[in-house]
């Protein structure tokens, strides 16, 4: 916690972390008319799958050249560019008259989030090192809150009636707060570093993390993008409640990330990651009791298990023995927007032809494979030890 008190009292911690709630409100706020962008162009789950994995693709894609561009840009700079366009491509999904127009436009809220995303963690690191102060998870905790933020607007549904309404005030918040901080780290540049590339050998001791982060992010999407479906049909919520499970995961990660790292220097990363995955096996227990109250009690509980697992699956990567930790953050990212990228079609294309509680299922058994790989990730760091 006292990182997030180093983040309220000074406006140029405080400003980045914005950005990182900024990302998310925008993602919510989207995240919670996916029942209704299905309905309005009359689609089923296979296709939705499938334009999900536009928004996905669009994150990928940027990937690879986004640093460059960050660099010549400027990082500070950088990140307040990322914030107008995502709040401009958070509006073409729900503009959409057609299925085509909904996959061009979730591919360019993508890439726009995507490079934001990278930015702004470079931004965090840049401003760590020139100020020697460390706030990185305490951001990242912005960023669940940014996800709450959007849970609790999913209470205007009703009474606004309007997707595209919605999300209008959504960007207007965001514009208005980054617009008041940006001056606080828009000149920030990055240090420029000689990188050799990544090579071959790396890729044995770093595999394992990055089949965990792979099915790890890839679990933790697909919650985002299937609760509210999941909760409208297969629990028959009333409409107030189709983004109850969503909030609740917000609120359990964004709890998990500010109390994650005491807990982690007590008890080791390797724990931390198979303690996470019990709470989402038995969150994924209640989800498939169908059940509308023990469902989103269950998505709460993954959202506190995925909130602990993903950092320390990157604090891990950046710790391998022989490997720059840069490097290895590097792969563990690669494998988890991988994840994100694969999740959608293939969920939907499960969903299409079985049933939204048989994702639920093959979601159970990944979490049960993380929980397995844990004790893997336990011997290994042991034999690093000795």
Known sequence: MKSLRLI??????LGPACVFASLNILFGT????????KEGLAIDKSQLGFAIFFLSLGVFTVFPIASSLINRIGVGKATWYGVLCSCTAAMLPL????????MAGLFL???SNGFTDIAMNTLVTEIEKEDEAKFMSAAHGFFSLGGVLAGLGSFLIGPLSNP???MGLAVILVLAVNAWFHGKYKNVVAETIENDGFSLKMLKPLLLLGVISFVSMGSEGAIIDWSGLYLKEISIAPEALWGAGFLGFQITMTLGRFLGDGISGKIGSAKMVAYGSLLVVSGYALVLSTNTYLAIVGFS???LGFSVMVPELFRIGGNVKGIESSKGVSFIAGSGYAGFLC??????????DFSLVSCFWVLLCCALFILGGSFSLSKKQKKQQV
């Open 164 to 166: 595209v309404l919605h």
């Open 8 to 13: 309220l009292s000074n406006p140029r911690y």
């Open 301 to 303: 509980l993954s959202g």
């Open 95 to 102: 503009l959409a008259p057609n299925y085509y127009m909904l």
């Open 30 to 37: 989207w995240a919670i008319y996916i029942p209704a962008v």
């Open 109 to 111: 809220f993508g890439a």
């Open 343 to 352: 999740a959608p079609p293939i969920l939907g294309k499960i969903a299409d």
